[in-house]
């Protein structure tokens, strides 16, 4: 068997398109979780913004919430736990807390996804404030209990507030992102 002189490797154009579909896949899988994560560290740094962190767990909750309905693949268990670690770590919590509230939290909206998934906007807002207000008041729980004495409430309902308030902002932005990841534009 001869090879032919003329004929060389050549890389095969339906390769690179292969796997240029499958970066993309997975730069649209992680989007939401490095979106969120890129938040934290921003709104953890000393910018002089008012009330930055106390912005954090709500805007988390308000993202993992709505991801974990909408792309459950883009907000899987191990991100969640990751964001929560990352939320511990810049709110110098005690290791875990913030995961576990989260992942109690993003299991709650991918079991029941299906259900609310067929619910308008203002019946989610309501579920997300009864579940975000309960995670809320679960970090106030978990965190007083791990410091032997009960933490100011004026905090956590602050907390609590502000999670349902900032929701609908991210629903918003959430939805149009959404609709964007899953119908990119034809590419020419």
Same mark, same amino acid.
């Given at each position: 068997?001869?090879?032919?002189?003329? %004929?060389?490797?050549? $890389?095969?154009?339906? %390769?690179?398109?292969?796997?240029?579909? $499958?970066?993309? $896949?997975?730069?649209?899988?992680?989007?939401? &979780?490095?979106?969120?994560? /890129?938040?934290?560290?921003?709104?953890?740094?000393?910018? &002089?913004?008012?009330?930055?962190?106390?912005?954090?767990?709500?805007?988390?909750?308000?993202?993992?919430?709505?991801?974990?309905?909408?792309?459950?693949?883009?907000? %899987?268990?191990? =991100?969640?736990?990751?964001?929560? /670690?990352?939320?511990?770590?810049?709110?110098?919590?005690?290791?875990?807390?913030?995961?576990?509230?989260?992942?109690?939290?993003? &299991?709650?909206?991918?079991?029941?996804?299906?259900?609310?998934?067929?619910?308008?906007?203002?019946?989610?807002? #309501? =579920?997300?404030?009864?579940?975000?207000?309960?995670? #809320?008041?679960?970090?106030?729980?978990? =965190? %007083?209990? /791990?410091?032997?004495?009960?933490?100011?409430?004026?905090?956590?309902?602050? @907390? #609590?507030?502000?999670?349902?308030?900032?929701?609908?902002?991210?629903?918003?932005?959430?939805?149009?992102?959404?609709?964007?990841?899953?119908?990119? @534009?034809?590419?020419?």
């Amino acid at each position: 068997m001869t090879a032919n002189p003329g %004929s060389s490797w050549h $890389r095969n154009q339906d %390769s690179s398109v292969a796997l240029a579909q $499958r970066l993309d $896949r997975l730069a649209r899988r992680l989007l939401p &979780g490095g979106i969120t994560a /890129l938040v934290i560290v921003l709104l953890a740094a000393p910018t &002089g913004f008012p009330a930055a962190t106390a912005l954090l767990p709500g805007l988390v909750m308000a993202s993992v919430f709505f991801w974990s309905v909408w792309r459950p693949a883009s907000m %899987s268990a191990l =991100i969640v736990f990751g964001l929560g /670690l990352l939320m511990d770590l810049v709110g110098f919590a005690s290791p875990g807390v913030d995961a576990f509230v989260f992942l109690l939290l993003h &299991g709650i909206a991918v079991h029941a996804r299906f259900g609310l998934m067929r619910l308008n906007f203002l019946g989610m807002w #309501c =579920i997300f404030a009864v579940l975000g207000s309960a995670a #809320c008041w679960l970090l106030w729980f978990l =965190i %007083s209990l /791990l410091a032997f004495r009960p933490m100011p409430l004026a905090p956590v309902i602050f @907390e #609590c507030l502000l999670a349902i308030g900032v929701y609908p902002l991210l629903a918003a932005a959430g939805t149009w992102a959404h609709h964007r990841l899953a119908n990119p @534009e034809p590419q020419s």
